[in-house]
């Protein structure tokens, strides 16, 4: 008997004809909703076989008397074989362990590799061990598929992780059975999901009394008229505080359930908000154990129970009914092309995808990631709902001005007249000194200011200075974030005073309602999400935002100066132009923004569909990124003496331990914080000391206040 895999807890070994057909047989079930099944099941078959070679065989049976040694290939027998049938198979099995390469380093690669004596005899071992393997056809490919490289592009991909998550799955039943079993979600279906959901509504819904409630019940209502449609791309159009997150899901519930999907996805722009829309899911679906999965860079695990090991192992492929994620999760794994991202993309298939806050996605990857979304809603049974208050103008992007989008809410403009909470107060035609801010916030009670950058808040702060005053940035960690958001949101709600001054952190989503606001000069929609954390509740009269231009200065670079250019750009139009006046609580100034500065961007700035119609997975990978700038992370000490020695206590296993260790890294998540590399890179070892390639351990100043301090010495 040739073997897979050495001995087990129980002492048995892994028998390699039978891991081949199990993941043959997982991956041909994973990728059935596509029409990809053939191919995944064939990639299943051949992607191990070169262990069949008596030179893996020996090396594996030597590591089971323990010896550290390295073994010889074992992809490049299935690669060879793969290439004799169908090419893009020889593709997909030589990454599956090492992450997709290109379709010209593939066929270089087997050129050479290929042609070793040991992987002939390794595929004549195979097929005399598993016949099934003797006379191979070149596999049956969805009728869809054609000729369109960018189609080839996705449906390769997707097999590929169909292929990756078999072979994990297969291999760790073999090592660990129990922890098979810790995978298995809630047994729960769409309907169950969708009857617990209603009895939660029931409580909140029918509660008129007031404009916002009766906005946002007819938001509900219109979300489950239109969920019977068919699937495709939706525009879920909702006035801040309309009630998007939960209208959202009873629409993704209810669509779930009349075309038969398997999951749904919430994707959302910040860590915070899918905190916070997670904490919202688990509250309806009794705290949402082996339900509800919230997977981002912030998150982590604590714990042994089962719960958190559920969430753990879920995270690593989505083998969820609801998962809570954010966008740069989603499509820097949809884009990426290591095993460990790209495994859990064909969950995307058959399941609604609820794109949150939708103008936030990044101009310059508009292109690819527009392609995709067309991609799977064309050809992978997914739905694509794209959700926000100040809706994006996709279709002046070339190649998607016939971007077929439903409205779900038909009558959103009378939403948006009747939920019009604030008046604009532009005063950014002259600049205004910190001084000046600090003085106007003092003259209310309790009042945010919103600026561009974390120098700005750290120094608007420091003026401020007091103890009912507030900083959030993303130089704090997660941890400091979410206690400082529940700070706030507590004296608020108990009407203290309150000082928040924030970056744009709290754009998007976060739970904020203050009576007063100011603006730092931005993007249009950035003002009007701005101005969603003031009067949310819709009580106040008057309440108003301010438009303002720190006199300090500073803007970032790229598509948030273009987007202030803009703004100004149509504001001084406005003036002149009565058709045409400008007022942010007017959607059509939002749609003429977007569309000035999608014609002004180009929307592909790494040339990612040029790469990605040669099938070249690995420049793809280097080419997309949803945050422009390049950061390096780094480990920070905070909170009281118990939580900073747990910090230290981790990075010291994390230290130790032989190899990177995932489920460490994940628990020091919530006490780290990015830092651009350009920043990084002066302050050498004298302050971040390395930990792992990416990581690091913060050795400067970390402020209670303010986070991380970037001083040099």
């Excluded at 699937?231 to 779930?256: C, D, E, M, N, W």
């Excluded at 904020?512 to 003002?527: E, H, K, N, T």
């Excluded at 942010?584 to 999608?598: E, I, K, S, T």
Aim: with cysteine.
């Amino acid at each position: 008997m040739a073997i897979a895999h050495t001995r087990n807890y129980a002492g048995v070994r892994h028998d390699l004809v039978q891991h081949l057909r199990d993941t043959a047989r997982l991956a041909e079930e994973f990728a059935a909703p596509f029409g990809g099944d053939e191919v995944a099941r064939m990639a299943g078959l051949l992607h191990d076989i070169g262990k069949f070679n008596p030179a893996f065989q020996s090396y594996l049976f030597a590591r089971e008397q323990g010896l550290q040694i390295s073994g010889p290939d074992h992809k490049a027998a299935g690669a060879k074989l793969a290439k004799r049938v169908f090419y893009p198979l020889a593709l997909l099995v030589q990454g599956h362990h090492g992450g997709l390469t290109s379709k010209v380093a593939c066929k270089t690669w087997l050129d050479t590799t290929g042609e070793d004596a040991a992987v002939d005899a390794a595929i004549a071992e195979a097929q005399r061990l598993a016949p099934d393997l003797e006379h191979i056809t070149p596999p049956s490919l969805p009728p869809w598929l054609g000729s369109a490289p960018l189609s080839a592009e996705l449906f390769y991909r997707m097999v590929y992780s169909c292929l990756v998550d078999a072979d994990y799955l297969d291999t760790e039943r073999h090592f660990r059975e129990s922890r098979s079993k810790e995978r298995r979600s809630a047994a729960v279906t769409m309907a169950d999901l969708w009857q617990m959901f209603e009895r939660n509504q029931g409580a909140k819904s029918g509660k008129l009394t007031d404009k916002v409630n009766s906005v946002r019940h007819e938001v509900y209502l219109a979300c489950l008229a239109s969920a019977t449609g068919e699937q495709g791309i939706y525009r879920l159009t909702v006035p801040t505080g309309g009630g998007k997150t939960r209208s959202a899901l009873g629409f993704a519930l209810r669509h779930a359930m009349k075309h038969d999907l398997q999951r749904i996805i919430v994707a959302v722009p910040f860590t915070t908000v899918t905190e916070q829309t997670a904490d919202e899911y688990r509250a309806i679906f009794g705290n949402g154990d082996g339900i509800v999965l919230e997977h981002h860079s912030g998150m982590d695990y604590p714990g042994k129970g089962d719960k958190s090991q559920w969430a753990a192992l879920a995270a690593e492929n989505w083998d969820a009914s609801l998962v809570v994620t954010t966008t740069v999760q989603l499509f820097d794994s949809l884009f990426a092309n290591s095993p460990s991202r790209c495994r859990k993309l064909h969950r995307l298939a058959k399941s609604v995808i609820i794109i949150d806050e939708a103008q936030s996605l990044p101009p310059g990857m508009l292109r690819p990631i527009l392609s995709a979304i067309e991609e799977l809603t064309r050809n992978y049974r997914t739905t694509i709902v794209l959700a926000t208050a100040t809706q994006p103008s996709f279709e002046v992007i070339a190649g998607f001005d016939e971007l077929a989008a439903h409205e779900i809410v038909a009558n959103y403009r009378d939403h948006f007249r009747r939920l019009k909470r604030v008046e604009y107060d532009w005063q950014a035609d002259q600049k205004i000194t910190w001084p000046e801010v600090a003085r106007r916030m003092r003259e209310h009670r309790q009042a945010l200011v919103i600026v561009n950058t974390k120098r700005q808040a750290a120094n608007l702060y420091l003026e401020l200075a007091g103890a009912d005053t507030y900083h959030l940035s993303a130089m704090m960690c997660p941890a400091h974030r979410r206690k400082v958001i529940a700070e706030v949101q507590s004296r608020l709600g108990a009407k203290e005073p309150c000082y928040l001054v924030a970056t744009p952190v709290v754009e998007a989503g976060v739970e904020l309602d203050f009576p007063f606001g100011m603006r730092a000069l931005a993007r249009v929609d950035s003002i009007v999400q701005a101005a969603g954390r003031v009067n949310r509740s819709g009580g106040l009269s008057g309440a108003t935002v301010v438009v303002f231009d720190p006199a300090e200065g500073g803007m970032p670079e790229g598509s948030p100066l273009l987007g202030r250019q803009i703004t100004e750009s149509l504001h001084r139009l406005g003036q002149f132009d009565r058709q045409h006046p400008f007022d942010p609580n007017d959607l059509d100034v939002c749609r003429r923004f977007f569309a000035q500065l999608y014609r002004l961007t180009s929307t592909d700035s790494g040339d990612v569909q040029t790469y990605r119609t040669t099938l070249n997975y690995a420049e793809v990978a280097s080419r997309f990124h949803m945050i422009e700038e390049e950061n390096v992370s780094v480990v920070v000490e905070y909170g009281d003496e118990g939580e900073r020695e747990t910090v230290r206590k981790l990075i010291q296993r994390l230290a130790d331990a032989a190899q990177p260790d995932r489920g460490l890294v994940r628990d020091l998540q919530p006490y780290t914080v990015s830092i651009p590399l350009k920043q990084a890179e002066p302050l050498g070892g004298g302050k971040i000391k390395p930990l792992l390639p990416g990581i690091g351990v913060w050795q400067g100043r970390y402020d209670k206040h303010l986070g991380l301090i970037l001083e040099r010495e």
